[in-house]
């Protein structure tokens, strides 16, 4: 019996590399404006990732999800979008919500446990936290298909993780955008664990990308911690989708630097080693040796983004904190047009005991 093995081999981008120097053909057109507001919101979502990780040590909001390592993914992606476009992010896209102006302290609300932090304005067109592994992706599909159905120009950013790759939900949607060229670009984050579970466990394939080839369309895989080969796919993905030519898969190869959530231990399933080795990849170390070899950086700077960042971070959690908890009896308030007389009875008693 004859046994063949053929390669579905998809294409690698790096621009910028560790050291901070950039492949001056590759890299995409930008103003040194825009290359600086690149910089500012890493370090905004940095920062309000590390305020968050330690209010949540100190009881002060719930479960966390932190994104230390891969604002590289999400920033250059989110700052393309445009006024029909659509962003879907899983639960750890904070930098996603950042770029796209949702007010910090509707971001700790929710993490508190306050689900009026999803009353995302409309300015900032994004749906909200889907905490269901997968389950957004084809929400993505379907609003891409609309655009198609009403002739408008938007397109659909779903961003997600390497362990969605092995749910049934992340299949159906590729297979749907494929067959129909919805306008979707799926960003998938592959920081290497789907909470202790390795890629190498999850797949046999070579790389997640190459899943997209199985559906009829292009998938690239990207250096995940450099911005510029980011932000260069996903201008290339969302310039194909407005023009009808259909999806796009981009793996973004990068690194959790933190646990999976707060209540999770990641030292039980990496070794130090491998966190300093990834360390050492950092996007906005990255980002910053380019900006000074190019003088787009300076001490003053660096202090001024640093200090801009911490200050609207604090002023954030001051209005967070001031906002007045939900009333337990609302529960019932949105369950049916009409409460049945044992809801309303319960409903009473449940105000009775909080007053």
Not at 57 to 80: D, H, L, N, W, Y
Not at 181 to 209: D, G
Not at 227 to 256: H, M, W
Request: with cysteine.
């Amino acid at each position: 019996m004859r046994k063949i093995i053929e390669k579905f081999e998809v294409p690698y981008l790096q621009i910028l590399n560790e050291q901070g120097i950039a492949d001056e053909k590759l890299i995409p057109s930008l103003s040194p404006a825009i290359i600086k507001r690149m910089y500012e919101l890493m370090i905004l979502t940095r920062t309000f990732d590390d305020k968050a990780v330690k209010l949540q040590r100190q009881g002060r909001i719930g479960t966390f999800a932190s994104v230390k390592g891969q604002e590289a993914c999400q920033i250059p992606s989110a700052i393309q979008m445009q006024e029909h476009d659509m962003a879907f992010p899983a639960f750890r896209e904070h930098g996603v919500f950042i770029t796209r102006a949702m007010p910090l302290e509707k971001l700790f609300q929710y993490w508190a446990g306050d689900e009026r932090g999803m009353d995302i304005p409309k300015n900032v067109n994004m749906f909200p936290v889907a905490i269901t592994v997968g389950g957004h992706l084809p929400h993505a599909v379907g609003m891409a298909m609309s655009f198609k159905f009403y002739k408008k120009e938007g397109a659909t950013l779903v961003y997600f993780g390497d362990g969605a790759t092995s749910e049934g939900d992340f299949h159906e949607a590729m297979n749907f955008a494929g067959v129909f060229k919805a306008p979707t670009v799926f960003i998938c984050q592959n920081n290497q664990y789907a909470i202790s579970v390795p890629v190498k466990e999850q797949t046999a394939a070579q790389s997640l990308a190459q899943k997209a080839i199985a559906y009829g369309f292009e998938g690239i895989q990207v250096d995940g911690n450099d911005v510029f080969a980011v932000y260069s796919a996903v201008q290339d993905a969302l310039k194909k989708a407005r023009n009808g030519k259909g999806p796009t898969f981009i793996e973004c190869f990068t690194y959790r630097m933190g646990d999976h959530t707060t209540s999770d231990d990641a030292k039980k399933y990496r070794s130090e080693n491998e966190v300093k080795k990834w360390e050492s990849k950092d996007p906005i170390e990255r980002l910053k040796k380019y900006m000074v070899k190019k003088k787009m950086f300076s001490d003053s700077y660096e202090k001024e983004v640093a200090q801009k960042a911490e200050q609207l971070v604090q002023d954030a959690i001051t209005k967070f904190e001031s906002i007045q908890p939900i009333k337990p009896e609302e529960m019932f308030d949105y369950m049916y047009d009409k409460l049945t007389p044992d809801l309303k009875e319960e409903r009473e008693s449940v105000k009775g005991e909080v007053a």
